[in-house]
């Protein structure tokens, strides 16, 4: 009888482990589950009691564009073995989880965001191998690692598309999005990179029109079509079971598509990006995607949530609706931008009022379930230090260790971009002919055609061009900032000769070494991570003031967001009887009763008691 009994258990454990209970227990509560493969939790007993704890809401994500972190053999694009150099600088910086950007074969026609084979490694960036052997440096210094998967679209170099294309017959012709030219020219559709901004290319090998919402190679994806669907989610156990901690979801808003394609409704008012994210399976999708794959392992998941707003967000991420775990928001990037220009700021600046407001409000969502995600960059973004610091010599390193602080001290999963952590700055290039990325490029041509200012959209593009952000990183005051012995395929910032790792590791109070010490503080602090968010004075124009809170300890936040010298009077609902300074991006700070004395760009961590 008990050797029964014990079959019937193994039995309902390998049922268990190789099908989900979506109903009820999924990745996303972090009820108890039955992984092969669970991660281990921060062993702080600090954190003991906490209910709904994760390792993705714990560590902190750096995300690396692997064409600029660090080339290895010369040919002046980044790669897998350059990484591999880099895992003990990585480990350094103390974070948890790595986000790479696309690494799979790739044409780049916009840098690995157009993937030709989903499963295989771009051959600039070297073999599986080579993945196998990072992976497992990664994991052998607790690092995880999560991938870009990007389903939206592929390269129009993908098989599947040339399969596609080559006839209307044709077994994969269903995996892309036809209309056939007999039909007329389809509604329109916008078009991110398109020189006319048309998402329908012709095609007259089959005479019929294909939907790319990005670049002409980079043709949608038919989601509304299941052998596409499962194509899709066996790309992802594929790297699940190498070991792959989780995906950022790019566009994946997107990937559901009205296939009769009607004029876009007038309640839109034209805003293309934002109907886009309105498919009509788009939840069925995820939640096919969670029940087929995600559930099954104790990885994470992040949606580039591009065209949701604040109150579809829990769509997406309530762990009861077993979907994805995380999503991103642009919300809080539009804050000093020009309206209805493309991609300018506005010279008066961005307003902090404003900021505050939007992440209280995106904070406010998470109060109850779901979990946040806090970043002011990425590889779509300028740095972080030119957009919302100040980037000149008196004030980059200050600004870029406030941001630093305000991104790791604020609740939700903290996305920090690689360089950010050195203070790098845009490159703010002169001319066109400096810019690889398609967006510029293409951006630049479209107002050629249409007889655009060009000269203004290149300074505007100093300020807000993601090839900013994208300049090799810069490792020492060597040639080309160490970052490739050959000609690196974008300009290295001028700056590098002191803007580097090298540099900044010798300096105890370095942009780089503040950041470790802002990583450690948040890693061993409960308020800092879970604790209960609660601004203060949020229509104050300079400061950013705001209290974390979990059981007994109590964190003040503040922040200068100005070139001025503030006295910041502490709100009177704050309560405390004395207070410890845990960080702060100045050597002193006067204090008069309930005053603090703000240099500009001071941030200040304090503990209350
Ligand atoms: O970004 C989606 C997107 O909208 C970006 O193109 C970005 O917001 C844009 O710069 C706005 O002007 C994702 C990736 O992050 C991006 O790098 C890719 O280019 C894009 O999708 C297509 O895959």
Not at 305 to 332: C, H, K, S, T, W
């Amino acid at each position: 009888m008990k050797h029964i009994n014990s079959y019937i258990f193994l039995m309902l454990l390998a049922f268990a482990s190789c099908n989900c209970f979506a109903q009820n227990t999924t990745a996303n509560d972090n009820k108890e589950h039955t992984f092969l493969y669970k991660k281990q939790l921060n062993p702080n007993p600090a954190f003991n009691g906490i209910k709904q704890r994760a390792w993705w809401k714990e560590d902190i994500v750096y995300q690396i564009y692997p064409r600029s972190f660090k080339d290895s053999d010369g040919d002046g694009i980044g790669d897998i073995k350059g990484i591999i150099s880099k895992l003990d600088y990585l480990k350094s910086l103390g974070i948890g989880i790595v986000w790479l950007s696309p690494c799979f074969a790739s044409p780049n026609d916009d840098n690995g965001y157009d993937i030709s084979n989903y499963k295989a490694i771009m051959k600039e960036f070297g073999t599986m191998q080579d993945f196998d052997n990072m992976l497992k440096g990664m994991h052998d210094r607790g690092i995880k690692l999560v991938l870009d998967l990007v389903a939206n679209h592929s390269s129009d170099e993908h098989e599947w598309f040339k399969q596609s294309r080559s006839s209307r017959t044709n077994p994969y012709r269903e995996y892309y999005h036809w209309w056939p030219a007999e039909r007329g020219k389809p509604a329109h559709r916008w078009s991110f990179f398109d020189v006319n901004e048309d998402a329908w290319k012709y095609d007259s090998l089959t005479n019929a029109y294909y939907l790319h919402y990005f670049s002409q190679k980079q043709p949608d994806l038919n989601w509304e079509n299941p052998k596409l669907r499962q194509e899709i989610y066996s790309i992802m156990r594929f790297w699940f079971d190498k070991g792959v901690d989780g995906f950022r979801m790019d566009v994946i808003p997107y990937i559901s598509k009205d296939t009769s394609f009607p004029p876009i409704p007038k309640s839109f008012n034209g805003d293309y990006v934002g109907y886009y994210s309105y498919g009509p399976h788009l939840h069925d999708y995820l939640q096919e995607m969670n029940k087929e794959v995600l559930c099954k392992y104790d990885i994470t998941t992040v949606a580039e949530g591009i065209g949701v707003n604040a109150d579809r967000v829990q769509l997406f991420v309530a762990p009861e609706r077993n979907e994805l775990q995380m999503l991103y928001q642009g919300e809080a990037l539009g804050n000093g931008m020009l309206p209805r220009e493309f991609k300018k700021l506005d010279p008066k600046g961005y307003s902090l009022p404003v900021l505050k407001k939007v992440y209280t409000k995106w904070d406010s969502i998470f109060a109850l379930k779901g979990w946040n995600t806090i970043f002011l960059a990425n590889h779509d973004q300028p740095r972080m230090v030119t957009r919302w610091g100040n980037d000149n010599d008196q004030y980059r390193e200050l600004s870029s260790k406030l941001l630093t602080t305000f991104i790791m001290s604020m609740r939700g999963t903290a996305y920090y971009y690689n360089g950010d952590e050195l203070g790098m700055s845009n490159i703010k290039f002169d001319s066109i002919g400096d810019y690889k990325d398609i967006e510029s490029i293409n951006r630049y041509k479209f107002l050629q055609k249409t007889g655009g200012d060009l000269q203004g959209f290149i300074e505007a593009q100093k300020m807000t061009a993601r090839d900013n952000s994208r300049t090799p990183m810069q490792w020492d005051n060597q040639k080309n900032a160490g970052f490739s012995s050959g000609t690196p395929w974008l300009k290295v910032n001028s700056n590098y000769t002191w803007v580097n790792v090298d540099s900044e590791n010798k300096d105890a109070h370095s942009v780089l070494n503040y950041c470790r010490k802002m990583v450690q503080l948040h890693k061993s602090s409960p308020a800092l991570i879970y604790g209960q968010y609660q601004v203060y004075d949020i229509d104050d124009p300079f400061v950013y003031a705001y209290t974390r809170t979990q059981g007994k300890e109590r964190m003040l936040i503040v922040l200068n967001f100005s070139n001025k010298v503030v006295d910041y009077q502490i709100n009177s609902s704050v309560l405390y009887k004395g207070m410890k300074e845990r960080i702060n991006n100045y050597s002193s700070t006067t204090i008069k009763g309930r005053t603090v004395t703000l240099k500009p760009w001071q941030a200040i961590i304090y503990q209350l008691f």
